[in-house]
DNA sequence: ATGAAAGCGCTAACAG
DNA sequence: CTGTTAGCGCTTTCAT
């Protein structure tokens, strides 16, 4: 069923059933008594615009692609699940699509998203390469970057303060008294990972502390290497006394390690762990976090793509958008004992 | 830049440009020259067809719609993950709606997914009514259920063993010696709850306890709700020994309470919690759960919408697929000390 | 105030 | 082997 066999089964033009589905009867001046003979019996026969259809018409979609590096990771869902709502309410669907930390899956989901004409594109890089991402900015497809972000690319784009809190919780621990911090990170070449290491060197260095290389260690978002590399972190001499872990993930392979050789936090080992969770409460002892402020992001994140959309692409100059991160102080961080 | 443009420019037919860049070049026996020509400069140009004007001329998008109540809640998410990553397999994009635990929510994005022409659509409902559902049942687009389901609805579905599950977990804590076992429910009136009690029971009963109605608490998704229940539980004289949470977020609920009332897993009580999740093995004690099959439930849903899809939505003999839940044990239970 | 006709970009039937 | 033509369902001039 169809507008156009509605409009014969009423004996009238498919342009006047077009424009009264649309709203526009009024606008148009057609008859009360017509509009609601046609809304009537569109409603009683199930009848509604072939979206398809009219997006080819009108080449416009409003519909929103949103690329995520992996929604198992509870921070994106979190931010899938914003993105996702805010744009509803905007009238918006969004195609979400999922790029597996692969630059080449990510290529192919944004080749795919484009495809279907989307609107707009609100993407959270894998990180690393840009190269891919030509195709992307040279199409003009109004874009925004959302949590890791290439700056070099000329879009709008949504980070959280990442230098600022992983700097305080450095600034935290020294308060602490702790002098040997370590860093677990996640890919090197990511701009949230490039932030917050570089927000955890100037901790350190704000506190005369000097930054040692064999502190630093990680280079993957994945629990089990987390795992590997706080068990040697846990093997150094004089081994660390706090981990700041930079994301949920390697939190939860740095507690794997520190239980498996039966340390204590806070007592033999401090933590402070990016992404806050509902978990976070319930371990023992319950653990410092850093929470981002997922929910604005997504919710900015759609605004700023919505803005660019509407000014048909141009840029605005306000491009940052950067958001506070919060420390929630708990039972895993606690004043340097042994050394 | 589009297909006519691209043949125009070349100064061939759009059929024939159509027809290499769908593949079918050597089926309609096209020189391999041309055929070549043309790859090179679709490439060169980046022209690649319009899915929009495709769809509507094949009238079918090659897109399925997943609709889930809570992409926040993590099992949700993996579900979301795996179908996202067959779908792709199988050369579908997926369109992610998350009805928000509302009956009303679900019924608004299965409109507008229908109404971008999805091939398919694979549904975990809200729950309870299914009367919101008729029009889309009405208009014969093939269907999956997944997780929870109707089976009033003559569709495909793909469910965990739900009461298998709770009935193994139910006596495994029987076996440890516990006589006053609870249970912490979602939404009673969702088909995942109800066969999870329905499992409880039978795991009472096949041990020759009686049921206690007292000791079936909850009905809603949440951690707080979840939280207060378990509160109450504890207040009980006697209490409860055992509780069976019946996913992970009321799992979460319950240790809040049961931290908060400074009693000791499992000493003082013993917890069985649907869902397996990556910081389960980090609690202190790590808690026992049982794991759903959610990988095989997202791949498999896909495969039988895609059936479904080829058959041209007549439903198959073997609607119901029933894959197997997991008891994995961890020290958060254990034999029954003090009564 | 309403209708007829063109066209969004593509593919398939038919023609040659 | 390749081109011409019609039409998917809609919206929008342009005409009346």
Chains 1, 2 share one sequence.
């Not at 009683?44 to 259809?53: I, Q, T």
């Not at 990016?274 to 319930?282: H, I, S, V, Y």
Request: hydrophobic fraction near 40%; glycine fraction near 8%; include cysteine.
């Amino acid at each position: 069923m169809n507008l156009k066999s509605l409009a014969q089964h009423l004996g009238i033009s498919a342009s006047t059933v077009s424009r009264v589905m649309a709203g526009r009867g009024d606008e148009f001046r057609i008859a009360k008594e017509t509009q609601k003979h046609i809304l009537d019996e569109a409603a009683a026969m199930g009848v509604r615009p072939d979206e398809l259809a009219r997006s080819l018409r009108l080449q416009s979609t409003r519909t929103l692609g949103l690329v995520i590096p992996d929604i198992s990771n509870p921070f994106f869902a979190a931010l899938a699940r914003a993105v996702e709502r805010r744009a509803r309410a905007l009238g918006y669907t969004v195609l979400l699509a999922d790029s597996q930390e692969s630059d080449e899956v990510e290529a192919e989901c944004i080749r795919t998203l484009m495809d279907r004409r989307i609107d707009g594109l609100i993407l959270a890089p894998v990180g690393g390469d840009s190269a891919h991402l030509q195709p992307l900015i040279a199409s003009k497809l109004p874009l925004t970057q959302v949590d890791r972000v290439f700056t070099a690319l000329k879009t709008a784009a949504v980070v959280a303060d990442n230098f600022t809190g992983a700097r305080e919780a450095v600034k935290r621990l020294v308060k602490l008294g702790h002098k040997r911090i370590a860093c677990l990170q996640g890919r090197e070449d990511s701009s949230v990972i490039v932030e917050r290491v570089r927000g955890y060197r100037a901790g350190l260095s704000e506190a005369g502390l000097r930054f040692e290389g064999k502190f630093l260690v990680g280079g993957e978002h994945s629990q089990a290497i987390a795992r590997e590399h706080t068990l040697r972190l846990l093997e150094m001499k004089p081994r660390p006394t706090a981990v700041l872990a930079l994301s949920n993930q390697l939190a939860l392979g740095a507690l794997e390690a520190v239980r498996e050789r039966g340390l204590i936090i806070p007592e033999d080992l401090s933590l402070i762990a990016f992404d806050e969770q509902p978990w976070a409460t319930l371990l023992s002892p319950p653990l410092t976090t850093l929470a981002q402020p997922v929910e604005d992001m997504g919710t900015v994140s759609v605004d700023r793509l919505c803005e660019l959309i509407k000014r048909g692409g141009k840029p605005s100059r306000k491009a940052l958008t950067t958001l506070p991160v919060r420390l929630i102080e708990r039972a895993s961080i606690g004043t340097k004992k042994k050394d």
